[in-house]
């Protein structure tokens, strides 16, 4: 089992930052992808960013430009970095991990983009 906490939501206003980190525990060993999905009120979960662990990296279009994934190996953290956030960047922030065929998922994290 593969535990997943995240942090580092909140409320911010349009065209500011935030930065959301996920600390991964547990069978840590044979993660591959780890990334971050999102839910909006009354929509899917959707993909928004993933990094593989050898770095290789893959974007929503809704936020390529804007947003940048990162990943710690050593730490076992994968990070978002978020700029000029726009009001249909809030959602419910979910963390995610795949190791060999199974998914883990955090508990989420709420961003809000208002003024």
């Known amino acids: 089992q593969v535990q997943l906490v995240e942090s580092g939501g909140g409320l911010v206003q349009p065209g500011g930052s935030l930065r959301l980190s996920c600390a991964a525990s547990?069978?840590?060993?044979?993660?591959?992808?780890m990334g971050w999905y999102r839910q909006a009120p009354g929509k899917g979960r959707e993909l928004v960013a993933t990094i593989s662990s050898a770095g290789s990296t893959n974007y929503a279009d809704s936020v390529k430009g804007r947003f940048t994934v990162s990943r710690d190996n050593a730490k076992n953290t994968v990070h978002l970095q978020m700029n000029s956030l726009k009001p249909e960047d809030t959602a419910v922030y979910y963390c995610?991990?795949?190791?060999?065929?199974?998914?883990?998922w955090g508990q989420g994290t709420q961003v809000t983009v208002s003024s």
């Open positions: 995610h991990a795949l190791r060999r065929f199974d998914n883990y």
């Open positions: 547990g069978s840590i060993f044979s993660i591959d992808r």
